[in-house]
C-alpha cells in the first residue's frame, strides 16, 4: 500500500476567472476502491486528468503509483480485439487475460473480431480486464455504465469489487454500493472522504444536511433574539445617561456617580449581547456551505381525449434483411410510466423511433393515436451546440421556464453564458431534459436520459415523475431508477 497526497491543489482552465479547485488537500490510499461523487461541472473529470499530468496547477500531487484512465483511447478500431490489448499492454499473459475474461463473462472468440464490432458492454469489459493486468497500477475509471445494459453493469459492478486500487466515477447508486468502500466526494466548497459505499456517505450527507439545517434555523433566530436585546439595552444606556444633566422627580439633584456606573453597566451589558450575536453570526456562516440544493421540478402534461395512446401487437422491426426485436407487443395507457428494459441490440432504440414516428419496415401492427402530442429525449448529445437562448428559440420552447429548470438543475448563472458545447456530458443531458419539462406533451418518451447525469439530479427527477405520474415510456439501466419510477416494465 501507498499513498497518493494532494497538498494545496488549485486549478482553473485557462482564461476562466473561476478556479475549480482551491487549496484542496487531502490523501487516498491505493489500495482502496474508491468511489467518486458530485454534481455534474464540478471537476471529477477535470482531477482525474490533473492525477494524469495533462493540465499545469499550483499545489502538488505526489503518488508512488502511475495512473491508468479509463476509457482507454483506441485509434485503430478495425483492428482485431487482441491487438487492441497488445497496444494497451504489450507484456499481458494470455492465461491471465482469459481469466479477467472469464470473471467478465467475455468468450475467447470476440478477440479475433475487429473491436469496432464488439458492443459498448463487450469493448468496456476488454478495456477494463486489460488495465486490471498491469502491475502497480492505479486505475482512473470514469463512468464505465454509460450505455452498459443492467445486466453488464452487475458483472462489471461483481468484477470491481474483486479488485481494489481504483477511483470509479459512476452516478449509479446501486452500482457504486456493490464495488466500492470509500466515497471522495466534490462538494460546494470541499472535497472530502468518507468510508463505506454511497448509501453509507448519503445517509451521513443527509444528516449533516439536516443538523446544519436545524442549527441554521436556530441560530437566525438566537440572532434576531440578540438583536432586538442589544438595540433595548443600548437604548437603555442612552436614556440613563441622559439623566445625569438633569434632577430627579422630587427636584433633588442626580448622583451622577451611580448613574453613571448604572450607564456604563448597560452599555458592558450590550456589547456583551453583540459580542454574542457577532458569535452566532460567524457560527451561522459556517453552516450550509455544502447543503445541497435541489428543488422541486415541475411538468405540465396534456390530457388525451383517450385512455389508451398507442399500442403495439406483435410487431417485428427490420433493417433490411436483419430482425433487430421479433413479436413485441404492449399498449401504452395514460399515467401508465413504462421501462423499456432488455440487453444492448434487443431493439429498444428502435422500437422508440418507430413510436416517434420514424418511418422504419415493421410487420405486426401499431397504432398510435391521431394527434398525439410525444416529447423526446435522445441518447445522442453530440449535436448540441450553441448559446441556451438560441436553443430555447430554436427549440420554441420559454427561455425563462427553461433557464429556471436548468438553475433548478444545478447550472450555475456563468453556465449560462458559455457555448453547449463545451458543457460536461451531464450538462448537456440536462438541457435535453429541461426542454422536455418545457414542452407539454401527451406521452413523454426518454431513451437513456440518465446518462453521465448526477445522483442529486436523478433523485430530482424521480420526485418528479412521481409527483406527476405522466405517462411516460424510458429506456433507463439505473436499477435504483426503475425500481423507485417504473408502474410497468415491458422486457424485449
Not at 410510466?337 to 405486426?364: P, Q
Amino acid at each position: 500500500m501507498s499513498v497518493i497526497q494532494v497538498s494545496n491543489l488549485t486549478f482553473a482552465y485557462e482564461g476562466s476567472y473561476d478556479n475549480i479547485f482551491e487549496d484542496v488537500s487531502f490523501q487516498i490510499d491505493t489500495d482502496w476502491k474508491l468511489g467518486f461523487t458530485g454534481r455534474n461541472g464540478r471537476g471529477k473529470t477535470t482531477f482525474l486528468n490533473l492525477l494524469l499530468g495533462k493540465y499545469e496547477y499550483s499545489g502538488k500531487i505526489s503518488a508512488n503509483v502511475q495512473f491508468e484512465y479509463f476509457p482507454f483511447q483506441v485509434e485503430n478500431k478495425d483492428n482485431n480485439t487482441l491487438d487492441i490489448i497488445s497496444d494497451i499492454f504489450p507484456d499481458y499473459v494470455h492465461w491471465e487475460l482469459m481469466r479477467e475474461l472469464s470473471l467478465l463473462k467475455v468468450s475467447e472468440d470476440v478477440l479475433y473480431r475487429p473491436f469496432e464490432s464488439l458492443s459498448n458492454g463487450e469493448q468496456t469489459k476488454v478495456m477494463l480486464a486489460a488495465l486490471f493486468l498491469k502491475e502497480n497500477r492505479f486505475l482512473l475509471i470514469d463512468e464505465p455504465t454509460n450505455h452498459l445494459d443492467m445486466n453488464a453493469r452487475e458483472i462489471v459492478s461483481e468484477y470491481l469489487n474483486t479488485k481494489s486500487g481504483f477511483i470509479l466515477v459512476s452516478h449509479d447508486r446501486s452500482f457504486l454500493d456493490h464495488c466500492v468502500d470509500h466515497i471522495l466526494s466534490i462538494n460546494k466548497t470541499n472535497i472530502e472522504i468518507q468510508q463505506g459505499n454511497f448509501s453509507d456517505w448519503w445517509e451521513n450527507k443527509q444528516r449533516q444536511d439536516e443538523y446544519e439545517l436545524a442549527e441554521n434555523e436556530k441560530l437566525k433566530k438566537d440572532i434576531h433574539r440578540l438583536s432586538d436585546a442589544a438595540k433595548r439595552t443600548s437604548s437603555w444606556s442612552h436614556e440613563v445617561e441622559k439623566t445625569k444633566n438633569g434632577t430627579r422627580n422630587s427636584g433633588s439633584k442626580v448622583d451622577k456617580g451611580y448613574v453613571g456606573h448604572k450607564a456604563a453597566k448597560m452599555m458592558k451589558r450590550s456589547k456583551s449581547i453583540e459580542q454574542r450575536q457577532q458569535s452566532a453570526i460567524d457560527e451561522k456562516s459556517r453552516l450550509l456551505q455544502n447543503v445541497e440544493s435541489s428543488e422541486n421540478l415541475k411538468l405540465t402534461q396534456l390530457a388525451y381525449h383517450k385512455s389508451r395512446l398507442a399500442e403495439l401487437d406483435h410487431v417485428s422491426i427490420y433493417y433490411g434483411d436483419k430482425m433487430v426485436c421479433q413479436d413485441v407487443s404492449f399498449p401504452i395507457d395514460q399515467g401508465e410510466r413504462i421501462a423499456l428494459s432488455g440487453k444492448n441490440g434487443s431493439g429498444k432504440s428502435s422500437i422508440i423511433r418507430l413510436i416517434c414516428g420514424e418511418d422504419l419496415s415493421y410487420t405486426g401492427t401499431f397504432r398510435i393515436g391521431s394527434q398525439l402530442k410525444i416529447s423526446y429525449v435522445s441518447q445522442d448529445t453530440s449535436h448540441l451546440q450553441g448559446n441556451l437562448t438560441d436553443f430555447a428559440r430554436s427549440s420554441g420552447i420559454d427561455e425563462s421556464l427553461f433557464k429556471s429548470i436548468l438553475r433548478k438543475l444545478d447550472f450555475a448563472r456563468v453556465q449560462f453564458e458559455k457555448d453547449i458545447s463545451t458543457f460536461s456530458g451531464g450538462q448537456k443531458k440536462k438541457v435535453l431534459i429541461a426542454k422536455s419539462l418545457c414542452e407539454q406533451a401527451h406521452l413523454y418518451i426518454w431513451d437513456e436520459p440518465l446518462n453521465f447525469i448526477d445522483v442529486i439530479s436523478r433523485m430530482q427527477i424521480e420526485e418528479l415523475l412521481l409527483e406527476y405520474s405522466p405517462t411516460i415510456l424510458f429506456v433507463e439501466h439505473d436499477k435504483e431508477f426503475c425500481h423507485h419510477v417504473a408502474t410497468k416494465t415491458v422486457e424485449l
